[in-house]
């Protein structure tokens, strides 16, 4: 909180703000959770115990919901959920009213998920805690951009001078927008990937390298990283059907073995498998990094409640 | 009514390119001479204190009937844009719109140019002209549909109405807030590329080509855009355009942090396209400069930005902005009111926006160089939602005479 902490932000909304130093903080902090999470016995720390956090979830989601929600209750949170998609807010009630609620319960950290760009800061200006976004229309998904870097960094030692493929609906995907800020910023070469439709205009302006040959971005790979096709494109309105778009874009073995040998594969999940990949990559027990990611997730978002709550919790230095 | 002469004035005539110090005389609520020979003895003396003497601003376009935004910002009469609820397609409604604002303020309705602005069936033209209507619109949106658009303007032809259309291809905007670019592909915002704007503008062009119909495109908001609108102007057409100031001083990077009061149909521009509207209005392709006035308060603007409804409240602003280009060299000030009032009286057929005998007395006393700030929690408009927050500005309209009255 105060100008010389470490990580002087009030919020976590996305990677846009992060200097590198400070995505390299929030990452050597989960380091400790991982261990944490390993342990054969009991799983906790209880430096939240007395905080409330609510996840208003206003867009369905089961995984990063979970994430959270284990992430804050192995810290000693009361942890509250809020699926905002069924509330009053289908009711017409306004997004501001809702902020103005959450506060009014005196949450002490708020988890959010939103449908629209730029819903979770218009939350953040109107609470008195911090807000972590955990997705907000196709803006940023910071926690899910830090839990990959710490995936990778955990699988091969840095990330610094990495080439990263991200393959799929970049358009459309938050996931994609905060793992190009993240991973450029952590000093990895990226490339982009997916046909034309589905590729945002200017995104070589995240200095990142454009490509529309799967074939041709996977050479010298060492992460492959798949996102997921939402239904709703498949319909002919964006690609002509999953099946063409698969032949394209779909990561299979034979694909894969266009990358370096020891390339990793990675998805935010969940998979369409069979469509944006198979499930012998998706499943090979060296490659695949999918499942890791999801534990680093939970690692990852006790680091980001911690770092986020010591000013509350007048821990010394953060006040 | 008496006689009134205006003394001390510098007088700003939209025909010619240059102040002329001097004397108005009104009478009767009109204009009866320029620096006459002689004051009449029974005339009130009015000291006008060198003040630049113009004839009022004619806003073609607006959203909203919003007299105190309009009296702030000199505008004397405007063409009201028909999406209202109800929609402007009845002559009835269009009767009771032109009625609104009188006696200080005068709307001239402009008529739905389909039923329910639903761009399928033609609304009741002849019927709302004769009800008030001084044009036709398409609305907030373009006609999709060309053979629609074609019977339209077609219509209109017959009965001498400008017909003034929104330049956005329907099927590329779609769900766009914003425009391809940089910016929204950070925020993450759904957005069309700037060449919506071109499509439009050519399939209008070529339909007011086949009708014989007079094209005003409210806004045109690109270089592509000029180009067709000076082509159509050079090959003869009856075609001409407007800008707002948002456009002539803002890019897209204003929407940076999701800022919904620079959310704006059509979406802000790319750096190039702004320039393009500014060399736009010093060579003349702009014929005139609309304030769009659209105030929108909480419930439509604080909101996630692609949630939230488009516009601004910008009539306020718009005499103070667009005398930036006056400053910068690319009009002169009889230059500027021909943008502001002179070409909407003459797109709309109405006795106004010019500084001769006969005319309305119409008139605004400018004060070019008075410095103040843009403060959207302190408008006179029935809403603050102005992207311009917090600018310096210069200039403003002192006093405001609508048919020989000040108000």
């Known amino acids: ?319 | 009514m008496g006689v009134i002469a205006i003394e001390n004035a510098r007088l700003c005539d939209p025909a010619t390119d240059a102040l002329v110090d001097g004397v108005l005389l009104v009478e009767d609520g009109r204009i009866a001479a320029i620096n006459p020979a002689a004051i009449p003895a029974e005339a009130e003396r009015i000291d006008a204190g060198g003040l630049v003497v113009a004839p009022g601003i004619i806003d073609l376009g607006v959203f909203k009937t919003d007299k105190p935004a309009f009296h702030f910002g000199g505008i004397t009469r405007a063409a009201l844009m028909p999406d209202k609820s109800p929609v402007l397609d009845d002559p009835g409604l269009v009767q009771h719109a032109a009625r609104a604002g009188k006696p200080d303020f005068w709307v001239h309705p402009l008529a739905a140019a389909t039923r329910g602005l639903a761009g399928t069936e033609l609304a009741e033209l002849a019927m709302m002209k004769a009800a008030g209507a001084r044009g036709v619109a398409t609305g907030r949106r373009w006609i999709g549909n060309s053979g629609v658009m074609m019977r339209v303007m077609a219509y209109a032809a017959a009965l001498d109405l400008t017909v003034i259309t929104h330049a956005e291809d329907e099927g590329l905007v779609a769900q766009a807030v914003a425009t391809d670019g940089e910016t929204a592909t950070r925020l993450g915002l759904p957005s069309a590329p700037s060449c919506a704007e071109e499509i439009a503008i050519a399939r209008d062009i070529a339909l007011a080509r086949v009708t014989g119909a007079r094209l005003h495109v409210r806004l045109v908001t690109t270089a592509a855009g000029f180009a067709l609108i000076r082509a159509a102007k050079a090959e003869g057409l009856q075609v001409s355009c407007g800008v707002s100031p948002a456009y002539l001083f803002l890019n897209d990077g204003a929407v940076s942090d999701f800022r919904t009061f620079a959310r704006l149909s059509p979406p802000l521009r790319s750096e190039e396209d702004r320039q393009a509207c500014i060399a736009a209005v010093a060579n003349g392709t702009i014929d005139v400069i609309t304030s769009s006035h659209d105030p929108r308060g909480p419930e439509d603007k604080r909101l996630p930005f692609a949630d939230a409804a488009p516009g601004m409240a910008g009539a306020e602003t718009l005499l103070a902005l667009s005398l930036n280009l006056v400053r910068d060299g690319h009009l002169t000030m009889p230059g500027l009111m021909r943008l502001l009032s002179a070409n909407p009286a003459r797109l709309l057929g109405l006795d106004a926006g010019c500084l001769k005998a006969g005319a309305p007395a119409d008139l605004i006393f400018i004060d070019p160089d008075v410095p103040w700030r843009v403060d959207s929690a302190r408008m006179a408009a029935a809403a603050g939602n102005t992207p311009f927050d917090g600018l310096p500005v210069q200039g403003r309209a002192r006093r405001v005479m609508k048919g020989g009255v000040f108000y």
């Open chain 1, 1 to 319: 909180m105060t100008p010389t902490s470490p990580f002087p932000h009030r919020h976590l909304l996305g990677i846009a703000a992060l200097a590198p130093w400070e995505i390299r903080y929030l990452l050597d902090e989960a380091e400790q959770w991982i261990a944490l999470n390993r342990a054969d016995s009991r799983k906790h720390d209880d430096r939240l115990a007395g905080l409330t956090q609510i996840n208003a979830f206003f867009e369905n989601s089961t995984r990063t919901l979970l994430s959270f929600e284990i992430a804050g209750k192995r810290l000693g949170a009361d942890v509250v959920n809020m699926h905002a998609a069924q509330s009053s807010v289908k009711k017409g009630e306004t997004l501001i009213d809702t902020a103005v609620t959450l506060n009014a319960m005196r949450a002490d950290v708020i988890v959010i998920r939103h449908q629209s760009s730029g819903a979770v800061r218009l939350i953040a200006d109107r609470v008195d805690c911090p807000v972590l976004n955990a997705g907000d229309g196709r803006h940023e998904h910071p926690t899910q951009a830090l839990l990959d870097a710490l995936t990778i960094r955990t699988r091969k030692g840095s990330i610094e001078g990495q080439v990263v493929v991200i393959c799929g609906d970049i358009l459309h995907s938050r996931v994609a927008r905060s793992n190009m800020l993240c991973l450029t910023s952590l000093g990895a070469e990226v490339r982009v990937v997916a046909p034309p439709t589905l590729m945002p205009a200017e995104v070589e302006r995240y200095a990142v390298a454009p490509y529309y040959d799967f074939n041709a971005a996977l050479k010298d790979a060492d992460v492959v990283m798949m996102l997921r096709l939402q239904n709703e494109r498949m319909d002919g309105a964006f690609i002509p059907s999953a099946r063409e778009f698969h032949s394209l874009y779909g990561l299979t073995p034979e694909r894969l073995a266009l990358a370096k040998p020891d390339a990793l594969v990675m998805h935010p999940g969940p998979m369409n498998r069979g469509v944006e990949i198979l499930s012998g990559v998706a499943d090979h027990p060296e490659r695949s990094a999918i499942t890791q990611q999801v534990e680093m997730g939970v690692a990852m978002r006790m680091a980001c409640l911690d770092v986020l709550t010591r000013g509350t919790r007048g821990v010394p230095g953060w006040a």
